[in-house]
């Protein structure tokens, strides 16, 4: 009796074969994933619900802790504060971060001249964040350096006392800081753009607001949205910002995990860590959400 082969049956062993080196490739980030990513979290949780007292952390685990952010005031209103900033912020990003890229990606026709532009964008990161977060104190301060230059044209008499030690500080500091990774998404998504859809565009007579809306608003999306995760992940994290420019009067979440840190109350700060992440994860599923990114990259 002679036993033939199909087709299917010869196409089995490569199939086989390309399924395990893509299992094996996949391996190595799957591991670093789980090792630094999925158990810290998964311990940062347990660790929440341990016993916290005045000298020591017990693993008897009781949900004290939690009730207790919930249950006061000073942690709340630190959660609302972080959302206040980070959605401000994320907005004033988007605002002065958008007509950058726009400028930039699109209107700049050199190569060679959008990456010099690029390149300034990101020359203040040459230097330390701390440098940058406190080089805005003579800046916003009383006999700053806005101050003496709205006084000397007369803009104001006195000098403005909200600009420094304030939630406004907060906001200069971290819109100033963050916005280049607004900029560099949509910028890069804006020089994906092909020319002759715009130039067919204005052929029909479309205005320059009805290209925008119709054509480059939609196109440049996935670069605003990749440059609202940066900025979103980073400020809804941000502590050290905070605490340089409003002299401690401004309190962020970031901030009550630093100082519960510092007094050595593990299962409080493991809490407010969990609601950080939790929060970050809201913030990031709803952005993407609103493109898909796959597709769109």
Known sequence: MTVTT????????????????????LAPGVIWMLLFLVAPILMMVYVSFWTQTTFKIEPILTVKSWVTFFTTDTYLSALWTTVRIWLIVLAATLVV??????????FVRNKTLQTVLLVFCVIPFWTSFLIRVLAWRPMLGKEGAINLILQGIGVIDQPIEVLLFSELSVIIGMTQIYCVFM????????????????EA????????????????LPLSMPGVVVGAIFVS?????????AAALSGRKVNLLGNIIVTQVGSLKWAFAAVVGVVLTILMGIVVAALLRVVDLRKEL
């Open 183 to 198: 900029v560099g998404p949509i910028a890069f998504m804006m020089g994906r753009i092909d020319q002759s859809v715009i």
């Open 233 to 241: 992940v980073m400020v809804l994290g941000e502590f050290a910002t």
């Open 97 to 106: 971060g958008y007509p950058t890229a726009l400028f930039v990606g699109l």
């Open 201 to 216: 565009a204005q052929d029909l007579g479309a205005g320059f607001w009805r290209i925008f809306r119709t054509i480059i």
């Open 6 to 25: 199909t087709d299917t049956d010869a196409a089995a062993p490569p199939v086989k074969k390309a399924r395990d080196r893509t299992l094996w490739l």
